[in-house]
């Protein structure tokens, strides 16, 4: 009985030993890989972690800056943020935060130029939207009607519509087209939520120009009446 319980561990044991020497080198390699793959994927997040809190520093630098109306000291940073994380939200967020203190001092050319770097550079459709909406009224202030008008136009995400067309409508008055610009007007009021106090502001619009929409018209009969 002890014989053949020997014979059969043996067996097991060469059969054991076939098995490794034909997949032995595969097994290893595949657990290597496997590792490898695991250290670097924990490797990749703590640097994106690591990145991250950095752009962060760099970006609340910018705010405090921003808050203290310092147009230079709030530049540098978001030059920082471009430089180090251009492909962070940060640096988009900062483009826009950047841009809008530059507007505010006076800075047009700077103010147009951190606009269309989030344009050109940011991921995220709705911050360059953002960004092409603010770039626009820019344009419209220096008098660059048509280039204004080529951003509203590929401004894409449906929630940017309205604000989009009630832009177009400015640029469009500004050439002198009123009927045109009337009509961006009319849909910018119409696409726009009845809650919204913007809205009110297109109304004010379209009525200076003696279209007030009909809902916030005075009833001809009720005025008849008194």
């Known amino acids: 009985m002890a014989t053949s319980l020997d014979l059969q561990e043996q067996e097991q044991v060469d ?6 020497k034909q997949y032995g080198n595969l097994i290893t390699w595949v ?3 496997a590792l490898a793959a695991f250290a670097a994927w924990n490797g990749w997040q703590w640097y994106e972690r690591d990145q991250a809190a950095k752009a962060g520093a760099i970006y609340d630098e910018l705010d405090r800056a921003v808050q203290a109306g310092d147009a230079q000291r709030a530049a540098r940073a978001f030059g920082d943020l471009r430089d180090r994380h251009a492909g962070s939200t940060f640096a988009a967020h900062g483009a826009l935060l950047v841009a809008k203190l530059q507007a505010d001092e006076g800075q047009a050319d700077a103010a147009r130029a951190s606009l269309a770097w989030v344009v050109g550079e940011a991921g995220d459709e709705a911050l360059r939207a953002v ?14 009607h048509g280039a204004a008008l080529e951003h509203l136009a590929a401004i894409g995400d449906p929630a940017f519509a309205p604000l989009a067309a009630d832009r177009r409508g400015d640029a469009l008055m500004a050439q002198g087209k009123a009927a ?16 919204l106090d913007y809205r009110r502001l ?10 007030a929409p009909a809902a916030s018209a005075p ?8």
């Open 15 to 20: 059969a054991l030993k076939a098995f490794w």
């Open 31 to 33: 657990l290597t890989l």
């Open 131 to 144: 960004a092409r909406l603010r770039l626009a009224g820019l344009l419209i202030e220096a008098g660059d």
């Open 180 to 195: 045109e610009a009337r009509t961006a007007w009319e849909a910018a009021w119409a696409g726009m939520d009845e809650r």
């Open 202 to 211: 297109v109304e004010a619009k379209l009525a200076a120009i003696g279209a």
């Open 219 to 226: 009833p001809a009969a009720e005025g008849a009446a008194r």
